[in-house]
T-cell receptor, first 114, second 116 residues
Framework: AQKITQTQPGMFVQEKEAVTLDCTYD???????LFWYKQPSSGEMIFLIY??????QNATEGRYSLNFQKARKSANLVISASQLGDSAMYFC???????????FGDGTTLTVKP | DTAVSQTPKYLVTQMGNDKSIKCEQN?????MYWYKQDSKKFLKIMFS???????INETVPNRFSPKSPDKAHLNLHINSLELGDSAVYFC???????????????FGPGTRLTVT
């Protein structure tokens, strides 16, 4: 079974609107971390936001927020007030175990339209 | 100051050759990783080292051998390169294992390997 599933290969959003990128995960480890990374066309991987499995509140970082629904095993990324520079590939990832092994989803390509 | 650096950024070589990619981090992290991103952008972990000790070794051909001379460096040596090895290889680092689930990974800029 896939450990991280991103069901949206591509998404479009109008500039200044909000967009939600979906991510579901599968683990039996009670302690895990969920991460979102952005990969623009230039290729670098940029960390955006983190949610711990024991965190009671949803994580927020500026225009990024994580909609964490533990029972549903989902960790959707919400980007508010989209900007043209948000156009990129977005990866959801999970870290688990003592070694902190990361598993990445297949990514979602977001295109922001002017 | 570059946190995680990799050299070279681009590597073009012929099948059968042996090549190395170097990675250095100046973040003081104990754990370093190698990832492979294929042409479809799928990102998969290959290896992880904690303080020079191998802690994650995914199903990777024996032709790939990581080497960590110290905790700030993790190099990747590839023997007998094949066409299928063409990909972008990312080095990353993060805080301690055991608590690793709490910490993000810092990625290097990637090395684009092309095997002809």
């Amino acid at each position: 079974a896939q450990k991280i599933t991103q069901t949206q290969p591509g998404m479009f959003v109008q500039e200044k609107e909000a967009v939600t990128l979906d991510c579901t995960y599968d683990t039996s480890d009670p302690s895990y971390g969920l991460f979102w990374y952005k990969q623009p066309s230039s290729g670098e991987m940029i960390f955006l936001i983190y949610q711990g499995s024991y965190d009671q509140q949803n994580a927020t970082e500026g225009r990024y927020s994580l909609n964490f629904q533990k029972a549903r095993k989902s960790a959707n990324l919400v980007i508010s007030a989209s900007q043209l520079g948000d156009s990129a590939m977005y990866f959801c990832a999970m870290r688990e175990g003592d070694a902190g092994k990361s598993t990445f989803g297949d990514g979602t390509t977001l295109t922001v339209k002017p | 100051d570059t946190a995680v650096s990799q050299t070279p950024k681009y590597l073009v070589t012929q099948m059968g050759n042996d090549k190395s990619i170097k990675c250095e981090q100046n973040l003081g992290h104990d754990t370093m990783y190698w990832y492979k991103q294929d042409s479809k952008k799928f990102l998969k972990i290959m290896f992880s080292y904690n303080n020079k000790e191998l802690i994650i070794n995914e199903t990777v051909p024996n032709r790939f051998s990581p080497k960590s001379p110290d905790k700030a460096h993790l190099n990747l040596h590839i023997n007998s390169l094949e066409l299928g090895d063409s990909a972008v290889y990312f080095c990353a680092s993060s805080q301690l294992p055991g608590l690793a689930a709490r910490y993000e990974q810092y990625f290097g800029p990637g090395t684009r390997l092309t095997v002809t």
